[in-house]
């Protein structure tokens, strides 16, 4: 009975350190949801934004770095009218395209967040990885916000920060 319990045990401790393999929290059937036709009017206004993000931070020296979970928020600021985000893409910190998140325009009702997550575990961003933002609104209506919160913890030490995302088109 003994070696039954230590068995079980053993079992539940090797389930639990099991390694995630996801890397965002927000698969690509979930954006399938909120996916739209956007058709260019003159009565609509495009932009691009510029999010920096970091996957990891470098720690007493450039040879050591503490991985983080990265919090990526596209805000709608209007009261009244819906954002279309028609590509949010991530680079890595030398420049090379990581993922796209959605193949198709996603849109945003007025005052709607949606976030991605970005896993700790993923480090392929690299301590400047990059977020582009494509979009459109209707002309004379607020511009989107794109945010991120990094997030890391160890023990009883806690370690966070944002960025804001800067228009560049």
């Given amino acids: 009975m003994r070696h039954l319990v230590l ?27 909120r996916t739209i036709d956007v058709k260019p009017s003159a009565t609509q206004e495009s932009g691009r934004s510029y999010l920096s993000v970091y996957s990891q931070i470098y720690s ?12 990526i928020s ?16 991530y680079y890595g910190t030398k420049g090379n395209a990581i993922r796209s998140y959605f193949d ?5 009702r007025p005052l ?22 494509d979009w459109v609104i209707a002309q004379n209506a607020s511009e989107p916000l794109f945010e991120g919160v990094m ?9 966070s920060f944002s960025t804001q995302g800067k228009r560049i088109k």
């Fill in 7 to 33: 068995m079980f045990s053993l079992a539940i401790l090797l389930h639990a350190c099991e390694e995630k393999k996801e890397m965002s929290s927000i698969s690509p059937e979930n954006w399938a949801h």
């Fill in 112 to 133: 709607e967040t949606v976030e991605i997550v970005i896993d700790e575990l993923d480090k392929e961003g690299g301590t400047g990885a990059n977020f582009i933002f």
């Fill in 151 to 159: 997030i890391s913890t160890s023990g009883q030490q806690g370690l």
């Fill in 104 to 108: 198709k325009p996603i849109y945003l």
């Fill in 74 to 89: 596209m805000r709608n600021t209007s009261l009244e009218d819906t954002v279309f985000v028609l590509s949010a893409k």
């Fill in 60 to 71: 007493q020296t450039e040879h050591r770095t503490h991985d983080l979970t990265a919090t």
